[in-house]
């Protein structure tokens, strides 16, 4: 099992910033790749930004420039700083890991954290 800790998110104006953090713990599976999605309301929840472990990074285009994503390898934490906010921002940011045990892979997902930006 891995189990995902959240933080961060909150309500903020457009321009401002936010930073979110996820911390997995799991003490069997090896943790590859991190990352986050978002969801908003009525739409299909998409891809964010992934990190490797060798810290390999694949940004969605609309984030590209404003969101950076580090990754403590020691802590198995993620790191979402999100810049230059927009209203279309505005979505439930979901924790992703792409857990390894041997030749199996296993998908775990955060309970999500809501950020929403103003204009």
């Known amino acids: 099992q891995v189990q995902l800790v959240e933080s961060g998110g909150g309500l903020v104006q457009a321009g401002e910033s936010l930073r979110l953090s996820c911390a997995a713990s799991?003490?069997?599976?090896?943790?590859?790749?991190m990352g986050w999605y978002r969801q908003a309301p009525g739409k299909r929840r998409e891809l964010v930004v992934l990190i490797t472990s060798a810290g390999s990074t694949d940004y969605a285009d609309s984030v590209q420039g404003r969101f950076i994503i580090t990754r403590d390898n020691a802590k198995n934490t993620v790191y979402l700083q999100m810049n230059s906010l927009k209203p279309e921002d505005t979505a439930v940011y979901y924790c992703y890991v792409l857990a390894e045990r041997g030749a199996l892979e296993y998908d775990y997902w955060g309970q999500g954290t809501q950020v929403t930006v103003s204009s």
């Open positions: 799991t003490s069997i599976f090896t943790i590859n790749r």
